[in-house]
């Protein structure tokens, strides 16, 4: 069995989102959770740090971020090197272990709060501000982790299929996505008629 290299440690330690994904309680929840803080820190320091002022006003900087983490993720999972590598971590062909494609799936939502903010749905938006009593994207923050969290465990249809018929890490990543996807939609919806 090959030897894993230093590089190859962080890249496992990147899939687990630096051991997150060996919590014993709800890693899953867990990895959405720390996404869901990240994104606030993003916002929160945006004022005094450039990198994320660069990040929170030009959304598309993390969604080519985000893009580069999915290929890399599918071809590390994918890669049989890779895998006898990290045995242990691959018994399963979808690993608890592995919460990355939380991460991808939980800043789909995340990060169309720019776009709706300030495009199709900036009065609803605004509208939830004062409703809260604080800003929107707290608001924004808690409805998206609830939204994906229930679509990622209730896997509706094809989530379901692609997560019983698609062992590769396409399908590990994927119905992230699409439970992403999801919840970016019933966010809208649910904020364009409640506000």
Known sequence: MPKPHKFDKFLK???????IGY??????????FTTCIIYLLIFYLSSNTL???????????VVYFLIIITISSINLINDR?????????????????IVIDEFIGQSIPIISYW????GVANDSFKNASSFFYFNS?????????????????????PINIIDKKMKSGLGIMLDDI?????????????????F
């Open 137 to 157: 994207f707290w608001a924004w923050i808690i409805t998206s982790f609830i939204l994906f969290r229930f679509f990622d465990i209730l896997k509706p249809y």
């Open 23 to 32: 919590s014993k309680y709800a890693p899953g929840t867990l990895a959405s």
């Open 51 to 61: 990198a994320l002022f660069l990040f929170y006003y030009n959304p598309e900087y």
């Open 81 to 97: 090197s890779f895998r006898d590598k990290f045995a242990k971590l691959f018994k399963k062909n979808d690993p608890k272990e």
């Open 13 to 19: 330690a990147m899939l687990t989102m630096f051991g």
């Open 178 to 194: 699409i439970a992403g996807i999801y919840s970016t939609i019933a966010g809208f919806i649910i904020w364009t008629l409640w």
């Open 115 to 118: 776009y709706f903010n300030f």
